[in-house]
């Protein structure tokens, strides 16, 4: 069978000077590494059997019918210090496919070599970011988080240069759009109001049909980006680089860089090696969401015809994102408590145990798994001292009581929610570290026993353990 994939490339038909054309570099020796079959099947894309021929499509040395690759242009704030150009400087968009139902979904590889935004960089990626993005982004999906998503991973048979030589990869990403508050940025920076005008034409049409015009774009986001990053915390997520270049209109994750899950929680943690200052540190996430969408709002400004009037009604959108946030992180504190009605102090429940976990160094998703469970007295032995739970305990049942829902149905409702299985900075790093000494069995494992976060499985025990003193991760890497 030859590789069929749905093409319809819009954003190739957007201005000129949206993208730069450019075909990925060729590689030495590509070798298929990883591929998702659930998600070619989702997009309606048909692939060879055959492994070789595999490794030519995902490694960008052979184009599928219809392919129209390109680089996409844009620019960002990033930690804070304005870039007015970056712009795909290792990933080319191979084009969009409609899946069997309708939606709209890029293609692209990303380390297929450099693109007139390379700047410094060589256009290529090392094996063990391409399997963190695999691994990372593919848990998200799992765990119903919006996502960009990867489709396959092969290895290019070179050598790319990092701190030290790494084997070379290419990640096969899969998003809704790639468009950023970056792009938007780029043609703001440059008064190009009339590409503005496009690209907020495409990204409605796109993302949001039924939003009017710039502020109800504005206010889309706002509500996307306000669920997603409440969903982030509600796992326990640091994405780690939360560049407006890695910020998308759609509201899914993107960019694997640095971001980790937290095993012991606390709100400051930070596990970005490049994150000298803490600015993307968990608890604030929120802060920051918000003055990237001030960007956002800033960039859209110059579509509104009366800028008195833009400024007043954008300001009070940014204003909003609180609203939104609180409410999507109290229903996730909810779901996490199990609450399915709503009463006075159910926020103070929730913080208070966050505190409480905060002050002894409670795993965050085990404490809430366990809280799922039949006994949910085994919380307790999360923390340093068990008997700092038992008054919060004895409160959470006194609110339970004024449940409707029995045990059984609330215990699976947060079951639901509340993972046995996240991917585990330890796990990640053993499946990159065996993946390097050419043993794939580790990441294989660790995909499998993510695929199915919130069903409890004996046989995957192993893979809800924190990491011990020896396995404990403290700071991770972009790779780039
Ligand atoms: P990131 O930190 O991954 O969001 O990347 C920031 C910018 O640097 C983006 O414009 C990337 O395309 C670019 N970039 C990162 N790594 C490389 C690389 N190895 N070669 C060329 N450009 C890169
Ligand atoms: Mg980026």
Known sequence: MTAHFPFDNSYGRLPARFFTRQAPAKVAAPRLIALNHDLAARLGITLPADHTEMAQIFSGNALPHGADPLAQIYAGHQFGGWSPQLGDGRAILLGEVVAPDGARFDIQLKGAGRTPYSRMGDGRAGLGPVLREYIVSEAMAALGVPTTRALAAVTTGEIVLREAPLPGAVLTRVASSHIRIGTFQYFAARRDTEALQALCDHTIARHYPAADGPLGLLQAVIGAQARLIAQWMGLGFIHGVMNTDNMTLSGETIDYGPCAFMDDYHPETVFSSIDQFGRYAYANQPQIAVWNLAQLATALLPL??????????????????????????????????????????????????????????????????????????????????????????????????????????????????????????????????AAHADDLEPFTRLMAALAHPFDDDPALATYTLPPSQAERVTATFCGT
């Open 304 to 433: 509104i015809p009366d800028q008195a009037e833009g400024i007043d009604r954008f300001t009070a959108a940014i204003e909003g994102f609180s609203t939104h946030f609180d409410a999507a992180w109290e229903r996730v504190l909810r779901a996490k408590l199990g609450l399915a009605t709503h009463a006075a102090g159910d926020g103070d429940l929730g913080r208070d145990l966050l505190a409480i976990m905060a002050a002894q160094r409670a795993d965050f998703t085990n404490t809430f798994r366990a809280l799922s469970g039949t006994d949910p007295r085994k919380a307790r032995d999360q923390l340093i001292d068990p008997t700092a739970l038992d008054p919060w305990l004895d409160r959470w049942q006194a609110r339970l009581a004024h449940e409707e829902r029995d045990m059984p149905a609330r215990s699976a409702a947060m079951q639901a929610t509340n993972p046995a299985r996240i991917p585990r900075n330890h796990r990640v790093e053993q499946a990159i570290a």
